[in-house]
């Protein structure tokens, strides 16, 4: 199938952007990457009236690193942020950039796109969720930012406005003495994740824990966090039985009862992912977690 006709805007600046989006409203879409949204629109599945093109807009291509953290706009592809001289102070997204698709996917699509799409097996909506990442948004309103927490609603859902759009986003410094972690499965390397599990958990330097926010994507409930697991790392730190009554946790709030093969796998990765995140006194001699 084609796509609906629909009027072509290139946007020259951001607030450009967000004088074509305040005249057309729902009836338009931000155009970055595309690898979404073009192969909805040939579906069908949206059929916008007018396209706003976001890609050569050089006001929104940034990727900066400061003391607050690493700022993304939202006309930088993956490869772009992954390519950053300082992205090894961002460990956890660096892991996830590989595994989002093939080459071509990341040399071209955007990683505001993915936040934005907001897709239940996106990696990126993912580790925004739990690096506890902040949306700032734009119209001729003026701008707001809005914690991903906030951001992210229901699968391909989001709070932002019919006349806002993303300016970027900033990922928050990995705290002093915090650990991540990250395990996917896919059948194919390239293929949409069947479950993955995103982690991080901040420890004092006697090795108890002060935070841990945990995020699943795909296996059935897509992109959220779990509570109760966190809830668990947070009382009874990473130790080896801990660890396994926090993956289950996870799981089980993740997928139904019916669903045995998702809250296996959830459970495998999740214990996974928070084996990595073990903190300094749950690891042996070569730096591997005790579990």
């Known amino acids: 199938m ?25 009836e338009a879409r931000i155009l970055a990457g595309g690898q979404s949204l073009l192969p909805m629109m040939s579906l069908r599945i949206v059929a916008p009236s007018h396209l706003i093109d976001i890609s050569k807009t050089t006001d929104l291509m940034a990727v900066e690193v400061g003391t607050q953290g ?3 706009g939202a ?11 300082a992205i090894n102070q961002f460990p956890i997204i660096a892991r996830a950039i590989a595994h989002v698709g093939h080459e071509p996917i990341r040399n071209r699509g955007t990683l505001v ?16 969720l739990v690096t506890g990442a902040e949306v700032r948004l734009r119209s001729v309103r003026g701008s707001r930012s809005v914690p991903i927490d906030d951001f992210l ?8 406005a019919d006349d806002e759009l993303i300016e970027s986003i900033r990922f928050p410094r990995p705290e002093a003495g915090s650990h991540q972690g990250f395990a996917e499965y896919a059948r194919r ?5 069947s479950a993955g599990v995103v982690c991080q ?20 409930g897509g992109v959220r966090r779990h509570p109760a ?47 990595q995140a073990a903190g300094p006194s749950n690891r042996g001699p070569h730096g591997e977690s005790n579990r």
């Open 113 to 128: 796109g993915s936040i934005a799409h907001n897709d239940p097996a996106g990696e990126l909506p993912a580790v925004a």
């Open 70 to 72: 690493l700022e993304v």
């Open 201 to 220: 958990v901040g420890y004092r330097p006697d090795g108890s824990v002060t935070a841990c926010r945990v995020a699943t994507l795909a296996g059935g």
């Open 2 to 26: 084609k796509p609906a006709p629909f009027t072509y805007h290139r946007a020259e600046a951001a607030a450009h952007a967000a004088e074509v989006l305040a005249q057309f409203g729902d």
């Open 189 to 193: 390397p390239g293929d949409y994740a």
């Open 229 to 275: 697991a966190e809830a668990r790392i947070v009382s009874g730190g990473s130790s080896g039985l801990n660890i396994g009554l926090a993956a289950q946790a996870t799981a089980a709030s993740a997928t139904g009862e019916s669903d045995r093969y998702h809250r296996r796998l959830i459970q495998h990765l999740a214990a996974d992912a928070f084996g």
């Open 75 to 85: 006309a930088a592809t993956y490869r772009r942020v992954a390519e950053h001289g």
């Open 153 to 160: 609603t229901e699968a391909y859902t989001t709070t932002i």
